[in-house]
């Protein structure tokens, strides 16, 4: 027990607490004893709220983005950073295109880069889904991120569709305000390219559907479900699997009269599959071999690190990239060892599943378990029991593997609210105070970006993931690019204490006719072929591993003359030196 407060830093301990979050959730148990005061005010407003079901999706839908918005003068629209936001990005342009792959660069081995391929096809190695969104952005506002903004606004919205078919009105429409509050303009899933809310909103059609499949039976559910089965299927492959396992476990042992509706999902499904074999033959040259598997093929299963009790991250990487580091935690493969390890690393994990919760939900956590009674929410817990030991086997985590569950992370929040309600309404309006509180709080701060208050604060911000700065080596190194006129080849030369994460040659689906191209410096022999193939480009050099950056026009080492032989004095005689 007493291991839970050994450290105040966020991740340090077993829950991923910081300082803030111990704070927080002490005010919560402390304000849930109390019971004198009485029901707030707004609860008839939102029950008549609650009740328009068609408001109540605008609102949510617009809540979000619109919040967002408002915080666009100190964070402004996020540039990518990290090789998973540059390979959706580069499956957003290769659609822009019209087409799922891109053929192979003559000179290839110039723009060797993470998660991209060059052969047989130049590119990503992702699934469609997340691309096609950034590209629906593009073409309709003209921004990727638009269409990072369009997923959040599906994820909140469906939120509360899902709920409704799980809970009463005023509930639904408190989830999808959590939904808001934790998955919104705060959340790394809206300020980012690697996406989470469009795997979460498909969560949401299938984990909505389900429970109006098996009282009504209607063809309009299962149309929602075989949409939500095939958007995730396009966003994440694997996870899929275990989704649609889960799907079929909530009709058992009583599968009568789901023929029609498993018949009417299977067709809507179909698009999907399709569209997945298809990518898979025009980037691999097979409809079978996903472009990620290929991938592992040509270069291999990335590196792996053995668990640890308590693993310490190197010193030199940002909490972010801690946080990384550690989830990225694998068990030995061969030995006696292998079913311990893969326990040590799910109960690793866990702590990162907090990213669902804020800190005054983990009360609200404790009354779930009286609903276990009820057999659909035993199936719940089997679902995320299902997902947690599914994504254990990959070598490497990320919160957003475990998108699908988002909305029954939020079910899971608002059944305990609604379990401690009937116990002390009070107590369950207290805790939905308390997270409102929170979002409002963090989210002023973050409007008077640069105040005093605001520097005071903000390094005790726990998991909140807006972009604080854009990267600001890339947004500088951007800035004097764009004031250089015409085409630009930018040869990348990184030093020996290089970080390989930290990688800069990425380029657009059309390496050609972009206008910079970034290349590999592969030394003055090689890179000779490049200028060769572009002399209409004029070449520059980066050094990204300098402070700040080093930008300069690129110009061959010069040859160095070979030494001058120094003469040899002749050997000394007896009679000289004596």
Same mark, same amino acid.
Request: glycine fraction near 4%; avoid cysteine; charge should be negative.
């Given at each position: 027990m007493f291991d839970l407060f050994r450290s105040f830093l966020p991740l340090q301990n077993p829950i991923g607490f910081g300082a803030g979050d111990f704070l927080e959730l002490t005010v919560a148990g402390i304000l849930v004893l109390l019971t004198l005061v009485s029901r707030p005010l707004l609860e008839p407003y939102a029950r008549r709220l609650a009740a328009k079901t068609g408001w109540c999706i605008l609102l949510l839908a617009l809540l979000p983005v619109g919040l967002r918005l408002a915080l666009l003068a100190h964070h402004p629209v996020p540039t990518p950073d990290v090789y998973d936001e540059f390979g959706h990005l580069l499956v957003a342009d290769t659609l822009r295109h019209f087409r799922f792959a891109n053929p192979a660069h003559p000179l290839s081995q110039f723009f060797e880069t993470f998660f991209v391929l060059q052969q047989p096809t130049y590119s990503s190695i992702y699934p469609i889904g997340q691309g096609l969104m950034l590209a629906l952005g593009r073409w309709i506002f003209g921004l990727p991120w638009a269409g990072v903004l369009l997923s959040t606004a599906a994820l909140c919205t469906l939120t509360y569709w899902m709920l409704r078919a799980w809970t009463t009105p005023l509930w639904s429409l408190l989830g999808g305000l959590l939904a808001?509050?934790?998955?919104?303009?705060?959340?790394?899933?809206?300020n980012n390219y690697w996406g989470g809310s469009l795997a979460a909103a498909a969560g949401c059609l299938v984990f909505g559907a389900l429970p109006r499949i098996q009282e009504s039976r209607r063809s309009r559910d299962a149309v929602f479900l075989g949409l939500g089965l095939g958007v995730h299927l396009l966003v994440r492959p694997y996870e899929s699997v275990l989704l649609a396992l889960t799907a079929i476990l909530f009709f058992t042992p009583n599968f009568r009269g789901l023929l029609k509706p498993a018949t009417v999902a299977f067709a809507v499904l179909l698009p999907a599959l399709g569209l997945t074999l298809l990518q898979n033959e025009r980037v691999t040259g097979s409809w079978t071999t996903l472009p990620y598997m290929l991938s592992r093929y040509q270069y291999g299963v990335p590196a792996t690190f053995t668990v640890q009790a308590d693993p310490v991250p190197h010193r030199d990487l940002t909490p972010q990239q801690q946080l990384e580091y550690k989830s990225q935690l694998s068990f030995r493969t061969t030995g006696p060892e292998t079913v311990k390890s893969f326990l040590l690393r799910l109960e690793y994990r866990?702590?990162? %599943?907090?990213?669902?919760?804020l800190a005054p939900l983990y009360i609200a956590l404790l009354f779930f378990f009286p609903a276990l009674g009820a057999s659909r929410f035993r199936w719940v817990v089997l679902t995320l029991v299902i997902f947690a030991l599914g994504v254990n086997f990959y070598p490497f985590f990320e919160v957003h593997y475990l998108a699908a569950l988002t909305c029954l992370f939020v079910l899971v929040s608002i059944t305990g609210l609604r379990q401690l309600s009937r116990w002390s309404p009070l107590a369950a309006q207290l805790v939905l105070f308390l997270c409102v509180a929170h979002f409002v709080f963090w989210c002023t701060l973050h409007l008077v970006e640069g105040s005093d208050v605001s520097l005071a604060m903000e390094q005790y911000e726990t998991w909140d993931g807006i972009n604080h700065s854009n990267p600001l080596r890339r947004v500088l190194v951007k800035r004097q690019l764009g004031g250089i006129g015409g085409k630009l080849l930018v040869f990348v030369r990184y030093w020996p204490q290089h970080h390989f994460?930290?990688?800069?040659? %990425?380029?657009?689906?059309?390496?050609?006719?972009a206008r910079i191209v970034w290349a590999r410096d592969l030394g003055d022999a090689e890179n000779e072929k490049l200028l060769r193939y572009y002399p209409d480009r004029t070449a520059w050099r980066l050094e990204p591993d300098a402070t700040p950056p080093k930008l300069s026009r690129y110009a061959p080492s010069p040859t160095k003359s070979p030494p001058v032989p120094t003469p040899t004095p002749p050997p000394l005689r007896f009679e000289q030196v004596r």
């Open positions: 808001v509050i934790e998955f919104g303009p705060l959340n790394p899933w809206m866990v702590r990162f %599943y907090r990213f669902f919760f994460q930290e990688e800069w040659v %990425y380029n657009e689906a059309d390496i050609d006719q």
